[in-house]
């Protein structure tokens, strides 16, 4: 998936996660060191200029995330976004199997250590 393929509202998404994972990048995270490191549905909403009772505006974006991280070989920045009450990935993770919700543990550490990131999408 090229980048032209997402509308602007999916960028913004997407250059909301790189800017969270560059802040809470850490190249020898431990799972320990997931909990302080997410963040919750809601909180994405507000960064986006959403009202966190909208979380299901992510929906979209977030399945293409998923798909651009899959193919630009990058662990899947959907591993940041977590459900408030249980503090793991809702329904919104993995929609193509690429990256299985059991391995969502291991995800979020890749994730976190990854330097293979570009900055943002234009």
């Known amino acids: 998936m090229d980048n032209a393929s ?7 998404v997407l250059n909301t996660l790189l800017y969270h994972q560059r802040r809470v ?15 919750t549905y809601s909180e994405l ?3 986006v200029d959403r009202k966190p009772q909208q979380a299901t505006c992510l929906k979209k974006p977030l ?9 630009n070989h990058v662990p899947n920045l ?3 976004v977590v459900t408030e009450s249980q503090q793991r990935p809702g329904h919104l993770y993995n929609f193509d199997g690429s990256f299985p919700s059991q ?6 550490i890749r994730c976190i250590r990854s330097t293979d990131y ?5």
């Not at 850490?26 to 490191?37: C, G």
């Not at 399945?63 to 193919?71: F, K, P, V, Y």
């Not at 570009?118 to 234009?122: A, G, N, S, T, V």
């Open 78 to 80: 959907n591993a940041l």
């Open 103 to 108: 391995d969502w543990h291991n995800e979020i």
């Open 6 to 12: 997402m509308n602007r509202f999916t960028i913004k």
């Open 118 to 122: 570009p900055l943002f999408i234009k």
């Open 45 to 47: 909403c507000e960064a």
């Open 25 to 39: 990048r850490k190249p020898r995270a431990t799972q320990e060191d997931t909990n302080f490191r997410t963040l």
């Open 63 to 71: 399945h293409l995330i998923e798909s651009w991280c899959s193919e």
